[in-house]
C-alpha cells in the first residue's frame, strides 16, 4: 500500500523511485522455477518458504535447478529448529531432546509437530513437516549428508545455549560467546551453503579450505541483525548484545535505552558495529570464489543488504527506540547492483563504508578502530580492483646493458617508421603509375591535357598580377 | 650457537636504536651501533651492545670501524631528512645528499670491504610517494621509482638504487622501505602533528579528509630489519629487492591526527573544511607572503599535498619475503609513543 508519507518521500528521492521500477520491471531471473512439473507436496514447500522467509525466497527461487530444492528443503529444516528454539511455551525438557534429535527427525516418514504455542507464526511449517521429509529423503544423498551434519551441529549448539540459564536471564557474556551464538545460527549455515555449492560445482572447492571466510559470511548478517534488533528483542526479553561490550559503556543493559544516556548508547552501537565491520573484507573475498550468477545473487544481496544496514545504524540512536530499515528504494537499488558482478557489490561495500567512515565521530571511545577498519575494506577492494594504472617506468634502466636494449629497441621502432612511410609511398605510386598507365592505353592525350593545364596556370597567375596592377592604379587617381 | 655479527649504522637514532634493541632482544646477535653522536640521555643502551663513534662521510674511519667489527650484516639505517617546510624546498639539497647518496656508498664500499656478507639498507616509502602529484592507491614495489620531485625522495632513490645495484651472489643487499615511522622519542611525526594544537590549527580539514595514507610504528619497522638480516643469512630470497614496511593500516591522515591530538586530551571544538583546490592557492598565497616577509607560514602547496594525497601501499611482499607482521598495532603504538612524548614534554 502507498502511503502519502512515502509518496512524498519517493518525490524527493526519483533516484530511489527509479531503482525500485528498475527492479520490478527490468531484472530477469537468472534461472526460473518449472512450477508447472512440480508436485503437490513440493509446491507446499515453496509455500513454506515464501511464508517463513521475507528476504531469502526471492533468491533461494532463483537459484541453480539443482541447488533449487536442496537449499528451500536446508533452509525449512533450519526454520523449523528455529521456531522450536524460539517458542518459550514448550518445557525445556521437552524442547531439548527434539533439538538434539533434529537430524534424526527429517528423515522420519510423516513426522510432524503440533505442540508449537498458538503464537508461533511459523508454527503451520511444523504442522506439516511431513512435506520438507517427504521431499528431504528425495535429494541426492550427498547433499542430505550435508544438510544433516548441519541440522545436527546447529540443533546441539541451540541446546546448550537452551539448558544455559545464565544466557537466560543475563544474555551473552563474552565477545567470544556472542560470536560462538552466531556461530551456531549463521556460520553453520554459511558453512552448510558453502558445502552445497561446492557439492554442486558451483562455487570454488578452494572456498572450503578458508572456513573463517564462510564464517564471516555468516557472522557478518547475523551481527547486523543482532545490532538493528536491539529495540525488538529488548522488548522480547532477549539480549544479543555481549556483556563485555554493553558494560563498558553503562552498567544495566537496559540503561542503553534512557534517553540521557544517549550518548553512552551510541558509543556501545559503534564498539558493536565495529565488531561486525571487521568482517567485512572476509565477505567480499569470499564472494570472489563463487562462480554461477545465481549463486553470486543468493549471496551478496544478503551481504549488501548487511552493509546498508550497518550504515543506517552507525551513529543513529533511532535503533534504541525502533526497528530501523533501509528504505525500500535503496533496497531495491542493492538488489539492482548486487545481481550483477563483484565489482559492482565492491562499489556498494565502498560507497556504505565510506559512508561509516564519514559519520565516525572523534569522540567516541573506538573512533581509531573504526577508522581503521574503513581503511582496510577500502585497501581490499583496491587490491582486488585497483582503481589506478601503475605509472609507465620513465627512469634510466638500471645497467648498461638494459640501456642498450631500450636503444636498440628505439631504433628499431624508427626504422619501423621509415618502412611503413616507404611502403605507403610506394604503393600510392603504383596505383597512381597504372591509373595513368590504362588511361593512357585507352587513349588519354597527356601532351594536350598537359599544355591546357600549363597555359589555365598562366593564365591564372597572369590575372592575379593584372589584378595587383588594377589595384595600384586605382589608388593612383583618388590622390587626385 | 655462535652469534652472528652485525653492525647498525646510526645505531643510536631513533630508528638505529630500536633495530638495536630488536636485534639483543632477538638473542644470537652480536651488535656493533656505529653513530656519529653517543646514546642520547634516557634512550636504553645496552650491556652487551659495542657504541662505536664513527662518521660515515669519512670512509677511512668507517673502514677502521668495520674492520674491528668484521659483521656478517651490515644495517644501514643513517639519513638525514629536511623537516618542516623545508621539505618541500630545494635548498639544502647538497647537505642532505652527502650524507644519504654519499654516506651510503661509503658504507656499500666499506660494507664489501670488510668481508660483510649483506647489507639491509633503510630507504623510504617516499621514492615513491615524493612525486608529490600522484595519488597512490594500494601501490606495490613493481610501481616504478625516479619519478620523486624532492629531495628528500630524489636523495633516498639514488641511494637506494646504489645498494640495489651492488647486490651480487657473495654480497647480497636489500632495501626497505619503511612509511612515516613513529614511535616513542620520534623527532618527527608526533612532535610535528601536536604542535598544531598550540597553533589552533586542529580544527582545519585540507581536502576531503578521507584520504588513506600508511604509517609504520617504530619497533614494527625494526622488526622488519631484523627478518631482513635473517632473510639474508639464511634462503636469500630478499636479496636485490625493495620492500615496503607499513603498519599495514593504512588510515585518513585526518583521523590519524584526530586520533594522536585526543591522546593528549584535544579534540577539536568544531570542523573547518577547506577543499583542495582552495587550499593550494591558500598555499601560494602564504608561500609568497613568506618569501616577501623573509619569514615561513605553516600553509604551503607541499603541506596542502601531503595533507590531501592518496599514498599507502601493499605489505604483501614483506609478508611473503621477510614473514613480516607488524606486531604492535595502530592503536597501542599511538597510545604508547603519545604516553612517552607527553612524559617528554612534561618534563621539560
Redesign the interface.
Known sequence: MVSPLSLLYYTVHPQELRSIIQWKVWHNPVHERNEREEPESLKRCFFFLDMTSRSFSAVIKELHPELLVPVCLFYLILRGLDTIEDDMTIPLEKKEPILRDFDNIIEKDGWTFNDNGPNEKDRQLLVEFNVVVEHFKKIKPAYQVIIKDITKRMGNGMADYCNNAEFNVNGVDTVADYELYCHYVAGLVGEGCTRLFVEAGLANPALLKRPELMESMGQFLQQVNIIRDIKEDLDDKRRFWPKEIWSKHVTNFEDLFKPENKQLALDCSSEMILTALTRADDCLYYLAGLKEQSVFNFCAIPQSMAVATLDVCFQNHDIFKKNVKITKGAACQLMVESTQNLRLVCDVFKKYV?SI??K?N??DPN???I??AC??V??FI??IF???E???????P??AEAAEKVKLEKQESRWDMIYMGLAVAITLLIITGSMLFVAWMAGARFDIAFTQAKSELGALFGSVQGGIEDVSDASGHSEL | MESLKVLVTGGTGFLGSEIVKALVQAKNYEVTAVDINPPALGTSTFADVRYVRANILHPEELAKVFKEAKPAIVIHAVGVYPLGLARYSPKGKEAVFAVNVEGTKNVIEAAKDCGATGLVYTSSITVLVDEIDADFANADETWPTGRAKLVYGQSKTIAENLVLAANTTDFLTCSLRPATIFGPGDPACIPTIHSCIAKMESPIILGTGTNLCDFAYVSNVADAHVLAVRNLLNSGTAAGEAIFITNGEPIAVRDFCLALWKEFGHIPPFQLRIPEGLAWWLGVIVEGVGWAVGKQGTLSRGVVRDGTAVRYVSIAKARRLLGYKPRVGMTEALEISCAHYKRQIGGR
Open positions: 565510506r567512515h564519514q565516525n572523534p569522540h573512533f581509531l578502530k577508522s581503521i581503511g582496510k577500502e585497501q583496491e587490491s585497483p582503481s589506478q601503475k605509472p609507465k617506468d620513465l627512469k634510466s638500471a645497467t
